[in-house]
DNA sequence: TCTTCTTATGGTAAGCTTACCACATGGGCA
DNA sequence: TGCCCATGTGGTAAGCTTACCATAAGAAGA
C-alpha cells in the first residue's frame, strides 16, 4: 500500500485528501486538515516525487555535464549553477567527462532515462553530442561555441579576453609572445589564439604569436614551456590559455630558475578564486564563472518553462583583465 | 501511449518483449530482437528510469551534501563520490549547506522526496539531521563526529594530523603557537585543538596553545591573527584548522609584513591541490580528500546493497604531514 | 421553491516499466 | 506415445501520486 494511502487510512480519508492538504490546494476543511496533518507527522510522510513525475514529466532535476569539477573555473561555475537551480527549486546532477566524448555520451544517455528536465553541458567536441540532438530535452551549451548549431549557449569572450591580455603584453613592449593553449577543435583555445593574433594585426605588427596546442592541464603548460625556452630568440612573454596551463608554467620556469616578470612575463586566461589564493600574482583575464552557470542556468530554466523556441540565445560574458606582478617590461638584451 | 509501447507496436510485439530486448533477459528470438532494435533505433527510444525507480524503490542516485563545493577539499571529495558512485552505476546530486542547519535539512527533505538511495552528508551540527535520524534511508556522515549516535562515517584522522603538526613546531623550538580553527561544536575543529593540545602534553611542557575559535573560512583567519599579532608575547608560530583559515592567515601577515617563517611560523590542515598550486609553500595536514570520498561512497552502496546492518563503521583516514617553507626555527627574540 | 455556487470529499485512471504468471510450440527422451 | 523442458511471447497488475470528474450538502440568490 503507498504511503500516501496508509497516511489517509490512519487520518481516516482518500489518499486525494491527503494530497490536498500537503500541496495545499482544493478544499479542506480545518478539522480535516488537522487530522492529516497529525498523521502525517506520526508516520514521518515524505510525498514520493517519483509519482507525480511520472506523471508531469518533470522531475525537477538538471543535469550539469561538464570536463571536471576539479578545476576550481568549474567549481565555481558549477556553485553557480547550484545556486540558480536551488533558488528555482531544482538540484543538479553532476557528471565529469575529462574531455571524453564517450564519457559524455555515456552521461547523457544514462541521464536522459532519469528524466532530468535539461542538461547544461561543456562539450568535449565543437559538435552537439548525438544524444542531445536526437532528441527534444532542452539544454544549453557552455563555455565553447558549437559548429554548424543554432544552439543556446553561454560562454566568456575569449577573444576579447585574449586581444586585451595580448595588448596588455604589447604595449610593454613584448613583441615574441608564446601561446600555450588547448586542443583546436575547442572553441576557447582557438577564440583565445585568435584574440591575440587581432592584437598583433592591430598593433600593424608583422610579428605573430608563437603557437603551442595542447590540453587544458599542467602537464601541457610545463612540458611546451620547456619547448618555449629552447626557441630562438627566446620569447619573453608567454600566453597560458587557462589556469591549469599557466601553472604547469610557472613549474617549467621556477624549474629553469627563470625569473617572473624579469626574465618573462605570464600572463593567464581564468583567474583563480580569491579564497584559495594566498598571492594573487598572474595578470589574468577573468571570466565571470559563477555569473556564467546562474545566467546558463536560468536561460535553461527559461526554455524548460515555456518551451516555445523562439530563436535562440548566445550569451556572451565580458572578461575583465586584472594586472598583477607576472608581467613587466621585457628585459633589453 | 506510453514510449516503450509505441517501440513495440512499431516493432509488432509486446511491451514486454521490447524490455526484454533493452534489458537482454528472458528469451527473444533473433529475428524478433532485430525488429525491435530496429524499432528503437527509428525511434530514438531511451527508456524512462522512473517506472522501474517506482517499482524497485531504487533510483541509482546518491545525494552527497556539503557545506560549500568551492573548497577545493571538498571539490576533491565531491569528485571522489563522483567516481566511485559512477563505476557502481550511480549519479550524484550536490547540494551546498553553507554550513546553514535549516538549509541542510531542506536538502534532505527534497532529495527524500526524489527517492535517492542514500546520503553522504557533512552534517552541518554535530547531531544526526533529523530528516536522516527519522526515516530508514541509508546515509554516511562524512568528515564529522556525530555525537550520541551510531552512525557510519568516514573521516581524516584530525587528532593524530594536529598532534604531528604542532610536534613538528614544538620540535623546531616554538613554544607559544596559536591556533586558529572553527566553530566549537564541529568535531574536526574540536579534534584538532586537542591533537595540538596532546603534543604540548607528550612534550611534558607546561604551556598550551592559545585556541581561537571562528569559522573555518578566509575572514576568520584574518581576523584572528591580527589579534594574535597583538598578544604579548608574540606566539612564534599560528596552526591554522584548514585552508581557507591558512589563507586569511597568510594575507593578515602579508598586510603586517610579518615574514614566514622567518618572524612566524605558519602550518595548516587541509591541502590545496597540487594543480592549483603555484608554489607549494604551506607546512601542512593532508588528508586523502579524494580517499574520503570513494570510501564512503563504497561504504554507503555496501549499505544500500546488503541492507543488513551489522553494526557501524567508522573509517579513520591517516594524514600525511607535509613539511614545506612556512616554518622553521622561532626568531630568537 | 428552485437554481447555482461554494465548500468538501472521494473514485478512477493515467503515467512507464517490469515481475509474475500463463500460454504455446517444438524437440528430446523414456 | 506421452511427458518434460527449453524457448518464445504476451496479459495483468503494481508501484505512487494527482488530474479530472463525480457527488453531496449547505448557502446564497432569483
Redesign the pocket.
Known amino acids: 500500500?503507498?504511503?500516501?494511502?496508509?497516511?489517509?487510512k490512519r487520518a481516516?480519508?482518500?489518499?486525494?485528501?491527503?494530497?490536498?492538504v500537503?500541496?495545499n490546494?482544493?478544499?479542506?476543511?480545518?478539522?480535516?486538515?488537522r487530522r492529516v496533518e497529525a498523521a502525517i507527522e506520526e508516520m514521518n510522510?515524505?510525498?514520493?516525487?517519483?509519482?507525480?513525475?511520472?506523471?508531469?514529466?518533470r522531475t525537477q532535476t538538471l543535469a550539469l555535464v561538464l570536463s571536471d569539477i576539479t578545476n576550481p573555473f568549474w567549481t565555481t561555475v558549477a556553485r553557480g549553477v547550484e545556486d540558480a537551480a536551488n533558488l528555482r527549486g531544482h538540484h543538479i546532477i553532476i557528471g565529469n567527462t575529462d574531455e571524453s566524448i564517450e564519457k559524455q555520451d555515456d552521461y547523457l544517455v544514462f541521464l536522459s532515462k532519469k528524466q532530468v528536465d535539461g542538461f547544461l553541458v561543456v562539450p568535449a567536441s565543437s559538435y552537439v553530442p548525438k544524444t542531445l540532438a536526437k532528441r527534444r530535452v532542452p539544454f544549453v551549451i557552455l563555455d565553447r561555441k558549437i559548429r554548424d548549431a543554432q544552439v543556446d549557449s553561454v560562454r566568456g569572450d575569449s577573444i576579447s579576453g585574449a586581444y586585451r591580455l595580448t595588448k596588455h603584453l604589447l604595449d610593454l613592449g613584448h613583441r615574441h609572445i608564446s601561446i600555450i593553449t588547448g586542443r583546436q577543435d575547442h572553441s576557447t583555445a582557438y577564440d583565445r589564439v585568435q584574440g591575440a593574433v587581432q592584437a598583433f594585426e592591430q598593433a600593424g605588427l608583422h610579428e605573430r604569436p608563437q603557437v603551442n596546442w595542447g590540453e587544458y592541464d599542467q602537464e601541457t603548460g610545463y612540458r611546451f614551456t620547456k619547448q618555449v625556452l629552447e626557441l630562438t630568440p627566446r620569447p619573453t612573454a608567454i600566453f597560458a590559455a587557462n589556469n591549469f596551463i599557466g601553472i604547469g608554467v610557472m613549474h617549467a620556469l621556477r624549474e629553469s630558475k627563470i625569473l617572473v616578470p624579469q626574465a618573462m612575463s605570464v600572463v593567464a586566461f581564468d583567474d583563480l578564486p580569491a579564497p584559495i589564493m594566498v598571492d594573487p600574482f598572474f595578470t589574468v583575464a577573468v571570466q565571470p564563472a559563477y555569473e556564467m552557470g546562474k545566467q546558463a542556468t536560468n536561460l535553461l530554466l527559461d526554455r524548460i518553462n515555456d518551451n516555445g523556441s523562439e530563436g535562440y540565445q548566445e550569451i556572451v560574458l565580458p572578461v575583465e583583465i586584472i594586472v598583477r606582478n607576472s608581467t613587466a617590461v621585457p628585459a633589453k638584451p
Chains 1, 2 share one sequence.
Not at 500500500?1 to 489517509?8: G, L, P
Open positions: 500500500m503507498s504511503a500516501i494511502h496508509e497516511v489517509a481516516g480519508v482518500a489518499p486525494i485528501t491527503v494530497s490536498r500537503v500541496n490546494n482544493g478544499y479542506v476543511s480545518k478539522e480535516t486538515r510522510y515524505i510525498p514520493n516525487a517519483l509519482g507525480p513525475s511520472l506523471r508531469s514529466k
